[in-house]
């Protein structure tokens, strides 16, 4: 039987046969070669070890385009034509390798900037060709014919599709998993000359051989110190092939209107900067070339006098002002301009101050002050001059390249606050060559601006005096890329308030013994052991190692001290762990035995390991990741991610200021509640006793606060004439403050050209309306502290008395104010910034084991019961808790929240709550 009213045809093509690794990578790099150019959004190393990142576009000739940026800010624009390379970086860029230049190069053009400022190889290592022979190798694409040794390494997705994650044991390769098979992210180490030997075992090997070619700079010595475990830099013989370039970054082929863009924005830079100089010459013409001699002799006259000859060695006029200080005096402060090759003589006369019948030893001291090198703070200049600084010489035994810029000085400033008059010349000379020793030692080391947010910016750096001083000087003289990585890391904790020590011995207070370190930081009470590694697992195993050892060293960890053993992989090592996640890392640390290390005597050998690799983020580029175990998640067998992730993110919450900030604002609150990590949501945070952030969910809550109805102040109460001197300039710095933390998240969002511009003339403007001053939350406080000073306060409360409140070291387990109104009842004021919230922390006392909100009455208790434990050192604080005890106990305490309106630039006024707390 034969029931047919249509025909259908099945047609069943047979499945392609799922592609091996090899023959995964050989399509990748085939694919690769047909590519119109390659569009890169990855990181770098330079030559002092500084991690840059970048965004670039690389078309067939090599024509680039893009930009390159530092985790402080620093940003610069990047263009390649055929003909020559440019480069023109904000004032943080040039802080690392001109600062006494830096405001002079800043925003301005630089022709073939050298190799160590880029962090990047010839662009012609880069363009699609060029890349994939890199990532061939001797593999089936090689011109050997060797077999290919790539394997599956794991499994991702980037933009949403399947990818797999291909290794050789030393290059790394993402491949979507089906066709097409487009590479979409890759990891090279400076050199592929010992492609597929490595091997990730506990021993050393082939691998620890690669050095990142990309880099150049302080090879020989310092990057072969204990502190960056790899080789010297290997450079390719005369009609050798160029090694390959180093690196880790997203790849993805550009649209045809992309490259056309690329190509128009080199043609538009080349023609903007066609009278661009090398940075060699750039950096001349901003430095001074002029000498200064004083003449002074024994003098028994009333009036003592002195000469000054200026000379011009430079090919420029050069036009100043020339100080002269003595005992206090300043005799001379005149005009001068010297021609090129010239000179000029000046003479003065000091009032002499010696007692009748008596000689005294007084320092004259004569400088060309040049307000366009210098700056515009004379003062700066008379307060160094004053201490012995002779600012026309070479610092330490710096010779060439000591260009004195205002940041220079600052500098010098803050590290010989307690020279006076009353210091010995002893003393005084000592002091003065280490301090100009180490300040020329940064700056030829890189390390700069690191040190200079460190003492300068935020006076959180601990040095022990005249020996710390002697100290910094030997240890800046040859730095590892590990010291300044370590010393980078130190500048984030001082930036979030931690007291650290770095480059010298840490002595506490009221003891005898020293302890030396790496870091030690003492706020955090924590010992970190950092070495960077840019060679194979064998390498970071072995790293790991000397840390442990180190730690458990003699004069190394103070009592009460948690012990952090901290390996920094480069983005661009070859072990395949530089692009492993937490969850790979943890998998290998288990099959690697790492575990062994947790036998410690009385204790394990560490509290925590920190691993920096930079896995693939959501679209393939690379993304920095601080992984942090324990020795429990070590041994443990059985793996619990949800926990030990948790305690991961409370932990850098604590101690990694860099990862707080891109995920919570500066009263714990997360930025986004969507946020997730290794599959975890981000926790809430509170405080704990020692002013450390824990969860929220670790203890119970106490009861929340129960607030009145939101008063509104309006602004026109608090009188034309405050409001535009103070609240209004508070407020307006406040705007300032945001607008560049915002424009600095979008930048970090958004690497694109715009938002780097919009970045640096928010940086810009900030500097015009703050100064240096470091842009935290404390900005944000300061008006809300204000507007309930100035205006709420004596607005709403006439009459009310200002009660002055003692200091804490951490600015925790206090009050923002205090006020005794009328009647004799006391007020506590709870001041915010308009986008603050009440925070929660762990309580004190009976309430030790809930967490409090502020507005409480157990906020008060705990608050009260932390001001009698600082009795003893603080009588202030103990008569202070008695009275508001007191008050608390006959009802005559009051508790209200002032809130400051947002007016933007402008002042707005304050809203008004209070808090039952009976």
Same mark, same amino acid.
């Given at each position: 039987?034969?029931?047919?009213?249509?025909?259908?045809?099945?047609?069943?093509?047979?499945?392609?046969?799922?592609?091996?690794?090899?023959?995964?990578?050989?399509?990748?790099?085939?694919?690769?070669?047909?590519? #119109?150019?390659?569009?890169?959004?990855?990181?770098? *190393?330079?030559?002092?070890?500084?991690?840059?990142?970048?965004?670039?576009?690389?078309?067939?000739?090599?024509?680039?385009?893009?930009?390159?940026?530092?985790?402080?800010?620093?940003?610069?624009?990047?263009?390649?034509?055929?003909?020559?390379?440019?480069?023109?970086?904000?004032?943080?860029?040039?802080? /690392?390798?001109?600062?006494?230049?830096?405001?002079?190069?800043?925003?301005?053009?630089?022709? =073939?900037?050298?190799?160590?400022?880029?962090?990047?190889?010839?662009?012609?290592?880069?363009? +699609?060709?060029?890349?994939?022979?890199?990532?061939?190798?001797?593999?089936?694409?090689?011109?050997?014919?060797?077999?290919?040794?790539?394997?599956?390494?794991?499994?991702?997705?980037?933009?949403?599709?399947?990818?797999?994650?291909?290794?050789?044991?030393?290059?790394?390769?993402?491949?979507?998993?089906?066709?097409?098979?487009?590479?979409?992210?890759?990891?090279?180490?400076?050199?592929?000359?010992?492609?597929?030997?490595?091997?990730?075992?506990?021993?050393?090997?082939?691998?620890?051989?690669?050095?990142?070619?990309?880099?150049?700079?302080?090879?020989?010595?310092?990057?072969?110190?204990?502190?960056? *475990?790899?080789?010297?830099?290997?450079?390719?013989?005369?009609?050798? +092939?160029?090694?390959?370039?180093?690196?880790?970054?997203?790849?993805?082929?550009?649209?045809?209107?992309?490259?056309?863009?690329?190509?128009?924005?080199?043609?538009?830079?080349?023609?903007?900067?066609?009278?661009?100089?090398?940075?060699?010459?750039?950096?001349?013409?901003?430095?001074?070339?002029?000498?200064?001699?004083?003449?002074?002799?024994?003098?028994?006259?009333?009036?003592?006098?002195?000469?000054?000859?200026?000379?011009?060695?430079?090919?420029?006029?050069?036009?100043?002002?020339?100080?002269?200080?003595?005992?206090?005096?300043?005799?001379?402060?005149?005009?001068?301009?010297?021609?090129?090759?010239?000179? #000029?003589?000046?003479?003065?006369?000091?009032?002499?101050?010696?007692?009748?019948?008596?000689?005294?030893?007084?320092?004259?001291?004569?400088?060309?002050?040049?307000?366009?090198?210098?700056?515009?703070?004379?003062?700066?200049? $008379?307060?160094?001059?004053?201490?012995?600084?002779?600012?026309?010489?070479?610092?330490?035994?710096?010779?060439?390249?000591?260009?004195?810029?205002?940041?220079?000085?600052?500098?010098?400033?803050?590290?010989?606050?307690?020279?006076?008059?009353?210091?010995?010349?002893?003393?005084?000379?000592?002091?003065?060559?280490?301090?100009?020793?180490?300040?020329?030692?940064?700056?030829?080391?890189?390390?700069?601006?690191?040190?200079?947010?460190?003492?300068?910016?935020?006076?959180?750096?601990?040095?022990?005096? /005249?020996?710390?001083?002697?100290?910094?000087?030997?240890?800046?003289?040859?730095?590892?890329?590990?010291?300044?990585?370590?010393?980078?890391?130190?500048?984030?904790?001082?930036?979030?308030?931690?007291?650290?020590?770095?480059?010298?011995?840490?002595?506490?207070?009221?003891?005898?013994?020293? %302890?030396?370190?790496?870091?030690?930081?003492?706020?955090?009470?924590?010992?970190?052991?950092?070495?960077?590694?840019?060679?194979?697992?064998?390498?970071?195993?072995?790293?790991?190692?000397?840390?442990?050892?180190?730690?458990?060293?003699?004069?190394?960890?103070?009592?009460?001290?948690? $012990?952090?053993?901290?390996?920094?992989?480069?983005?661009?090592?070859?072990?395949?762990?530089?692009?492993?996640?937490?969850?790979?890392?943890?998998?290998?640390?288990?099959?690697?035995?790492?575990?062994?290390?947790?036998?410690?005597?009385?204790?394990?050998?560490?509290?925590?390991?920190?691993?920096?690799?930079?896995?693939?983020?959501?679209?393939?580029?690379?993304?920095?990741?601080?992984?942090?175990?324990?020795?429990?998640?070590?041994?443990?067998?059985?793996?619990?991610?949800?926990?030990?992730?948790?305690?991961?993110?409370?932990?850098?919450?604590?101690?990694?200021?860099?990862?707080?900030?891109?995920?919570?604002?500066?009263?714990?609150?997360?930025?986004?509640?969507?946020?997730?990590?290794?599959?975890?949501?981000?926790?809430?945070?509170?405080?704990?006793? /020692?002013?450390?952030?824990?969860?929220?969910?670790?203890?119970?809550?106490?009861?929340?606060?129960?607030?009145?109805?939101? $008063?509104?102040?309006?602004?026109?109460?608090?009188?034309? #004439?405050?409001?535009?001197?103070?609240?209004?300039?508070?407020?307006?710095?406040?705007?300032?403050?945001?607008?560049?933390?915002?424009?600095?998240?979008?930048?970090?969002?958004?690497?694109?050209?715009?938002?780097?511009?919009?970045?640096?003339?928010?940086?810009?403007?900030?500097?015009?309306?703050?100064?240096?001053?470091?842009?935290?939350?404390?900005?944000?406080?300061?008006?809300?502290?204000?507007?309930?000073?100035?205006?709420?306060?004596?607005?709403?409360?006439?009459?009310?008395?200002?009660?002055?409140?003692?200091?804490?070291? =951490?600015?925790?387990?206090?009050?923002?104010?205090?006020?005794?109104?009328?009647?004799?009842?006391?007020?506590?004021?709870?001041?915010?910034?308009?986008?603050?919230?009440?925070?929660?922390?762990?309580?004190?006392?009976?309430?030790?084991?809930?967490?409090?909100?502020?507005?409480?009455?157990?906020?008060?208790?705990?608050?009260?019961?932390?001001?009698?434990?600082?009795?003893?050192?603080?009588? #202030?604080?103990?008569?202070?808790?008695?009275?508001?005890?007191?008050?608390?106990?006959?009802?005559?305490?009051?508790?209200?929240?002032?809130?400051?309106?947002?007016?933007?630039?402008? %002042?707005?006024?304050?809203?008004?709550?209070?808090?039952?707390? $009976?």
């Amino acid at each position: 039987m034969v029931l047919v009213t249509g025909l259908t045809t099945f047609v069943l093509w047979p499945r392609e046969e799922e592609k091996t690794p090899p023959q995964l990578a050989s399509a990748a790099t085939k694919s690769l070669r047909a590519w #119109r150019g390659v569009t890169y959004a990855g990181t770098t *190393v330079n030559g002092n070890g500084a991690i840059i990142g970048f965004r670039l576009t690389v078309a067939r000739d090599g024509t680039t385009y893009g930009t390159l940026s530092r985790d402080s800010g620093a940003y610069a624009e990047f263009a390649v034509s055929p003909k020559r390379s440019l480069l023109r970086g904000n004032r943080q860029w040039w802080f /690392e390798y001109e600062p006494g230049s830096a405001e002079a190069l800043a925003h301005t053009w630089v022709a =073939n900037p050298p190799q160590s400022v880029t962090g990047l190889a010839e662009l012609s290592r880069m363009t +699609p060709t060029a890349l994939a022979d890199a990532l061939s190798g001797e593999g089936t694409d090689g011109p050997s014919g060797l077999p290919s040794t790539w394997r599956q390494s794991g499994a991702t997705s980037v933009n949403g599709h399947p990818a797999k994650v291909l290794t050789d044991g030393t290059l790394r390769m993402m491949v979507n998993a089906s066709p097409p098979y487009q590479p979409l992210s890759v990891g090279l180490p400076g050199s592929a000359g010992s492609r597929g030997t490595a091997t990730p075992e506990p021993v050393p090997d082939a691998s620890d051989a690669h050095a990142a070619v990309l880099r150049s700079g302080p090879q020989d010595g310092a990057a072969r110190s204990a502190g960056h *475990v790899q080789s010297a830099g290997q450079v390719a013989a005369v009609g050798e +092939p160029a090694p390959a370039p180093a690196l880790s970054s997203a790849i993805s082929e550009p649209k045809k209107a992309q490259v056309q863009s690329t190509t128009e924005n080199v043609r538009r830079v080349d023609a903007s900067a066609e009278q661009a100089e090398p940075l060699s010459r750039r950096v001349k013409a901003a430095q001074t070339a002029v000498t200064v001699q004083l003449s002074t002799s024994f003098c028994s006259t009333p009036s003592c006098p002195a000469t000054v000859n200026v000379a011009n060695q430079g090919t420029a006029p050069a036009s100043g002002t020339v100080i002269v200080t003595v005992a206090g005096q300043t005799p001379l402060n005149s005009a001068v301009s010297v021609p090129p090759g010239g000179n #000029r003589t000046l003479t003065t006369a000091a009032r002499n101050v010696a007692p009748p019948g008596q000689t005294i030893q007084v320092s004259w001291s004569a400088v060309f002050y040049e307000a366009s090198v210098m700056g515009d703070d004379p003062a700066l200049v $008379k307060r160094l001059m004053g201490r012995g600084f002779q600012l026309n010489e070479p610092l330490g035994d710096q010779q060439a390249n000591d260009s004195k810029g205002k940041p220079v000085l600052q500098l010098l400033d803050a590290m010989t606050p307690s020279i006076d008059q009353r210091t010995s010349p002893e003393v005084r000379e000592s002091w003065l060559s280490s301090v100009g020793k180490t300040v020329a030692n940064l700056k030829q080391q890189g390390a700069f601006e690191p040190f200079y947010d460190l003492a300068v910016n935020t006076d959180n750096l601990t040095v022990s005096g /005249e020996s710390g001083i002697a100290e910094l000087a030997a240890k800046t003289a040859q730095l590892s890329v590990s010291d300044r990585r370590t010393l980078r890391y130190a500048s984030d904790l001082a930036r979030a308030g931690n007291k650290v020590v770095w480059g010298n011995t840490y002595k506490p207070e009221g003891s005898t013994d020293g %302890y030396k370190a790496d870091l030690q930081n003492l706020t955090g009470k924590q010992t970190i052991q950092r070495k960077a590694v840019s060679g194979g697992t064998g390498a970071v195993v072995n790293a790991f190692a000397a840390v442990i050892n180190e730690l458990s060293g003699t004069g190394v960890v103070p009592p009460g001290f948690d $012990k952090v053993a901290w390996i920094d992989i480069d983005p661009n090592a070859s072990t395949p762990l530089a692009g492993s996640d937490r969850r790979a890392l943890a998998k290998e640390f288990r099959r690697l035995k790492l575990d062994k290390y947790c036998n410690g005597a009385g204790r394990p050998a560490f509290d925590a390991a920190v691993f920096t690799t930079y896995p693939p983020g959501p679209d393939g580029t690379p993304q920095r990741t601080n992984s942090v175990f324990t020795c429990n998640e070590l041994l443990s067998s059985a793996i619990d991610p949800y926990k030990y992730v948790q305690d991961e993110m409370v932990w850098k919450a604590n101690n990694d200021p860099v990862w707080y900030s891109a995920n919570y604002i500066s009263d714990g609150r997360r930025r986004s509640e969507t946020t997730t990590e290794n599959g975890v949501a981000l926790p809430k945070l509170a405080r704990d006793n /020692e002013n450390h952030w824990i969860s929220k969910d670790k203890l119970p809550s106490a009861p929340g606060a129960k607030l009145s109805s939101a $008063k509104s102040v309006g602004p026109v109460s608090v009188g034309d #004439r405050k409001r535009s001197s103070l609240l209004d300039k508070i407020a307006d710095h406040r705007k300032t403050s945001v607008d560049l933390t915002n424009a600095e998240r979008k930048f970090q969002e958004n690497q694109s050209v715009a938002n780097g511009q919009a970045r640096d003339k928010a940086l810009r403007h900030y500097r015009e309306k703050l100064g240096v001053t470091p842009n935290n939350s404390s900005i944000a406080e300061r008006l809300g502290e204000s507007a309930a000073r100035y205006h709420v306060i004596p607005e709403e409360f006439p009459g009310a008395q200002w009660i002055p409140l003692p200091k804490t070291p =951490n600015g925790a387990d206090r009050f923002d104010q205090l006020y005794r109104l009328k009647d004799g009842t006391l007020l506590i004021v709870e001041a915010k910034a308009p986008s603050s919230a009440l925070g929660w922390r762990q309580g004190k006392g009976r309430h030790k084991n809930k967490m409090v909100q502020q507005m409480t009455r157990e906020y008060v208790e705990t608050i009260i019961e932390a001001m009698k434990e600082r009795e003893t050192r603080s009588p #202030r604080d103990g008569q202070l808790a008695h009275d508001l005890k007191e008050a608390l106990d006959r009802g005559k305490l009051r508790y209200v929240l002032v809130k400051a309106k947002d007016g933007g630039s402008s %002042y707005a006024g304050g809203i008004l709550q209070e808090s039952d707390i $009976k």
